[in-house]
């Protein structure tokens, strides 16, 4: 029989078979991508995937909660992920431990991840040594979105020490992989060659030890802007629309709902479909 990987399965596949995850935060999404992902990851991209939001800022744990709940739901095979929503962690270890632990005892994630370096190691740190499980994210760090100015390639030129330096510091920490996001392929290949933990890239390198997308990104479905790094590999939001607009001129045509979509005065004989 199989079961979902833990946060030490994920760990021991460095330099091995690609890591393979994505975002999900809804349970149906959860279920078709379950067995096809090693993890899935209820990211704090759901707030401006799903709530219309226009940056992570505004992600709160109750809404976290919420999602990760219902991607639990739908998944047996892929291990869930949950991100910690900006202000849940960054006034230091105590606030941060009060918040995994809820988010974990909330959703039955195996890991929490969140965003930082060397300013989190001893945050990382003290997570784990308590029994927590802690996935890095460093380069493009969204939630910091104010202070880096934008959502600008992080770690080029005179850059990249300190990307490598945060990668090495979250590593050291203890936590069990570090999401890339958002810099120079060759960096990413120099990280993953240097730190001992599996690296999950977006927007990083494909020697990257895995790789994550936001799945409403590489659906089609969030059109609002598509990041270089993103691959289409469905054009789903159109097709929706599409839909929709056929839903509508049928309701107006009066040709919805047809004969076989409504019922009938007298229930059907024994047997017969309802
Ligand atoms: O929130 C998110 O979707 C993420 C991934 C893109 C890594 O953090
Ligand atoms: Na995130």
């Known amino acids: 029989r199989k079961i979902a990987p833990n946060a030490q399965d994920i760990q021991a596949r460095k330099g091995s078979v690609p890591l393979v995850s994505l975002t999900a ?7 078709l991508m379950d067995g096809h992902c090693d993890f899935v990851l209820v990211g704090d991209s759901v707030g401006m995937v799903l709530h219309g939001l226009s940056s992570t800022l505004g992600v709160t744990m109750e809404m976290m909660i919420l999602h990760g709940q219902a991607v639990a739901r739908g998944l047996d095979l892929s291990m869930l992920v949950i991100d910690m929503p900006f202000g849940s962690y960054e006034e230091g270890p105590a606030q941060a431990f ?13 890991a929490v991840k969140l965003e930082g370096g060397v300013e989190m190691a001893e945050t990382i740190r003290f997570l784990v040594k308590r029994g927590i499980a802690v996935m890095a994210h460093v380069g493009l760090t969204p939630q910091s979105v104010n202070t880096l100015g934008g959502y ?6 005179d850059q990249a020490q300190a ?10 920490a203890g936590a069990f992989s570090v999401v890339l996001e ?25 020697g990257c030890d895995g790789q994550i997308l936001v799945v409403d990104d590489m659906l089609g479905f969030f059109t609002a802007f598509k990041p270089k790094f993103v691959k289409r590999y469905a054009d789903l ?21 047809a004969a076989e979509h409504v019922f009938a005065d007298q229930a059907p004989a024994k047997g017969a479909k309802a």
């Open 163 to 172: 990307v490598l330096a945060d990668a090495r510091a979250v590593a050291d």
């Open 152 to 157: 600008k390639v992080q770690g080029r030129d």
């Open 237 to 257: 939001g159109p097709l929706a629309e599409a839909a929709i607009a056929e839903y509508a001129a049928e309701v107006r045509a009066r040709s919805f709902p």
């Open 25 to 31: 935060y809804t349970t149906p999404m959860a279920r």
């Open 98 to 110: 009060r918040n995994a632990a809820r988010l974990m005892a909330e959703t039955g994630a195996g």
């Open 182 to 206: 958002k810099v120079p392929a060759t960096l990413a290949d120099r990280i993953t060659a240097e730190v001992a933990i599996p690296t999950i890239g977006i927007g990083a390198s494909a």
